[in-house]
């Protein structure tokens, strides 16, 4: 419920602290407990009136495999220091201009291990359109630093973050639904990789888009 709040409250760019790139968005900490992971749908877009018409579906939002949890530890001794975890997901989709645009809510929590101390922890997460298949391709990609205060008294904080600026082309409805919008811990990113490729040819209405490639090199190595 929370979190649908956050979704329904953060146009405008009210409440976010924080920037993405050179985009007017941000990132919202929020003092919400983080639950077991999900993917929240909406309704169908209708596009055309009559025979003309097409619809499209939102696309999934889920956690990418291996990226659900994220750990650092102590240098000289292994120890854990801190971990963090990602819970509920939630989207709302609209069409604008030719494009797909999508609202990405996520909830998380931070955890304070044996050698972690209190303080602001820099929590890297990335958010990456994929279009699946035999051969995945990154259609856009959006990598941050979300600030979370972990208080002395608790040893852990949850955290909330929402997105609203993931878009993207349209295609066919039939081939949109190959697309899934994957969320995760990326500790080895850096904004480096939301730099999109030159190219003269780029139509105006057309967002920007990652350097693209697979889904591995958007989250780094795929887990073993």
Do not use: H
């Not at 979704?7 to 077991?36: H, I, K, N, P, R």
């Not at 240098?75 to 990602?86: N, P, V, Y």
Request: aromatic share 4%; hydrophobic share 40%.
């Amino acid at each position: 419920m929370a979190l649908a709040l956050a979704l329904a409250g953060c146009g405008a760019g009210e409440g976010l602290d924080g920037s993405f790139g050179a985009q007017d968005v941000g990132v919202a900490a929020g003092g919400t407990s983080a639950g077991v992971v999900n993917s929240v749908t909406t309704g169908a877009l209708t596009v055309g009136t009559g025979n003309s018409a097409q619809t499209y579906d939102c696309p999934v939002v889920t956690v990418r495999t291996g990226a659900a949890t994220w750990q650092v530890t102590d240098k000289s001794t292994g120890a854990l220091r801190l971990q963090g975890s990602i819970g509920r997901l939630a989207r709302e989709c609209m069409i604008v201009g030719g494009n797909m645009q999508v609202k990405v809510g996520i909830e998380g929590r931070i955890l304070l291990g044996e050698k972690g101390a209190p303080g602001q922890v820099k929590v890297p997460i990335r958010i990456a359109v994929v279009q699946e298949g035999p051969t995945p391709k990154t259609i856009t990609t959006k990598f941050f630093l979300v600030p979370v205060d972990v208080p002395t008294d608790l040893g852990q904080a949850a955290f909330t973050v929402v997105e609203d600026q993931v878009m993207f082309p349209l295609l066919k409805p039939g081939e949109m639904e190959r697309y899934v919008v994957y969320v995760g811990f990326d500790p080895q990113g850096s904004e480096a990789k939301e730099k999109p490729k030159a190219s003269a040819a780029a139509k105006p209405r057309k967002p920007p888009a990652s350097s693209g490639g697979s889904d591995s090199e958007v989250f780094g190595p795929k887990p073993q």
